[in-house]
């Protein structure tokens, strides 16, 4: 009894062994991998490289054998693989013992230098086996500039154009904190990343070209510079309070400004001084029941190029509201849409639209400008001087000098070439056909006329 015993137990033992040295192949096998991304997160400064080390664990009694371990982005890659010290980017039937680990090292070298150098750079790694693929995402910070992920203001905070600034995650302005933005910076922002702004931004943009205050996604390479949707856009919350964008240029977003509720002081909640508002997949300026003060503004080939609802307190003066379609924007929706009203709520609306311009072309639109009540709350709703296309006149408004259905002619409309100009040219029927106001100079900072003013956002000089 005792030999047959030990035979038993020799012969589990043996059992056992063959296990651990044979290869597990169901597609149920299971490894861990120590992060799903590398960040290399350094700002260099000149040319450097730095590594990040990834740990792969066989999490089986058995050997695993990785058919594959590569680099997506192959030779043409900024990174580079070392596996248990061989460097390379693609290695095939790697062998993990039982409930052993493998480690990979991951390097980027950067020059920050470079020309068309991405500000982030990304790659993955594809590790395969037993039919399974894990990926590893690679994530490496590339030109110099300030890179901040879920950036919390909450003190008051001032930036100056240094360097560019890159905003992963989000931007979180806290109530009763200000952000300034001096002339010149350049805001880049990755697809997750809004600006909430609970506090106060204040943008100090001036009129030339380098002056300007831009916002934009972070994707400048091709095609992807000019997709809309780019990154989710500014959103001017409840506590928000006394916000003041000065040239200012918002480009690619999903909605550019968003605005909620009424000021908490009785200043507008936002003013929008000589600002561009472009390529916004959905809407350029969506405000619920809220208050700005525009002028000099373009708010371009967008989904929606302004919507107000839910009544509140608007005047936008000398602004062109403009969408021509092109192959990122369907325009099925008119370029600006007015209402008091919002999921089963009526509130007062006062508006005024004092020499604006409301257009869009090759779309699917015939009224530019629609104006809906609901309930018997205040409704005042002012179109003075301007140029619209519609057909059906918007009700329960007051117009005075409206041109109706007359080509505004832009000076330059090229969808091909993704290029428009919303200058006036000669001969455009919105020359000295506004009426006089306060404002003595354009979109361009140039003057104004010194009799009749012309519509929109331009002057023809």
Same mark, same amino acid.
């Given at each position: ?54 740990? *792969? ?29 061989? @460097? ?38 594809? %590790? ?38 890159? %905003? ?18 350049? *805001? ?60 200012? *240029? ?11 509720? @009424?000021?908490?002081? @009785? ?145 330059? *409309? ?48």
């Amino acid at each position: 009894m005792r030999c047959s015993g030990f035979l038993l137990s020799f012969l589990m033992l043996f059992l056992f062994s063959c296990r651990k040295d044979s290869f597990i192949t169901s597609g149920d096998a299971r490894i861990s991998i120590s992060a799903d991304t590398l960040k290399f997160d350094t700002v260099f400064v000149t040319a450097g490289s730095t590594y990040r080390t990834l740990k *792969i664990f066989n999490d089986n009694n058995q050997k695993l054998r990785l058919s594959s371990l590569r680099l997506m982005g192959g030779t043409g890659s900024v990174f580079k693989l070392n596996v248990d010290g061989t @460097p390379g980017n693609s290695f095939s039937n790697l062998e993990l013992e039982a409930n052993d680990s493998l480690y990979v090292f991951a390097q980027v070298n950067v020059n920050p230098g470079a020309v068309n150098l991405p500000f982030i750079l990304r790659d993955s790694i594809e %590790i395969s086996f037993n039919g399974n693929k894990r990926l590893v995402q690679l994530e490496a910070w590339g030109q110099n500039a300030h890179f901040l992920r879920n950036k919390t203001v909450s003190t008051n905070e001032t930036w100056n154009n240094d360097l560019p600034y890159v %905003i992963l995650g989000s931007l979180n302005i806290n109530a009763n904190t200000t952000l300034t933005i001096n002339k010149g910076c350049r *805001i880049y922002l990755h697809a997750d990343a809004p600006v909430l702004v609970n506090g106060t931004l204040q943008v100090n943009g001036l009129k030339d070209t380098v002056d300007r205050v831009y916002f934009r996604g972070d994707r400048l390479d091709e095609p992807y510079k000019d997709y809309p949707a780019s990154w989710p856009g500014i959103f001017f919350q409840a506590t928000s309070k006394d916000n003041v964008l000065n040239y200012a *240029i918002i480009k690619n977003a999903f909605q550019a400004i968003g605005v909620t509720d @009424p000021a908490t002081n @009785p200043n507008p909640k936002l003013v929008l001084n000589e600002c561009v508002i472009d390529n916004a997949w959905d809407a350029g300026i969506v405000a619920l029941n809220s208050s700005i003060r525009a002028r000099n503004c373009l708010i371009s080939n967008c989904g929606k190029n302004l919507l107000l609802a839910k009544g509140g307190d608007y005047q936008f003066i000398h602004c062109t509201m403009a969408t021509i379609a092109n192959r990122f924007i369907d325009h099925k929706e008119p370029v600006l849409t007015l209402s008091n009203y919002a999921n089963g709520t009526s509130a007062n609306l006062d508006a005024l639209f004092r020499n604006c311009i409301f257009w869009g072309e090759n779309g699917l639109v015939n009224d530019e400008v629609v104006v809906i009540k609901n309930g018997n709350t205040v409704f005042n709703v002012n179109f003075d001087y301007g140029l619209w296309k519609v057909q059906n006149a918007p009700a329960n408004t007051t117009s005075t000098q409206v041109i109706n259905n007359q080509s505004p002619l832009f000076d330059s *409309i090229d969808t091909r070439n993704n290029y428009y100009d919303f200058r006036l040219k000669t001969g455009s029927p919105a020359i000295n056909k506004g009426t006089i106001t306060s404002l003595t100079t354009d979109l361009d900072g140039k003057p104004r006329a010194a009799g009749l003013p012309d519509l929109g956002c331009f002057e023809k000089q």
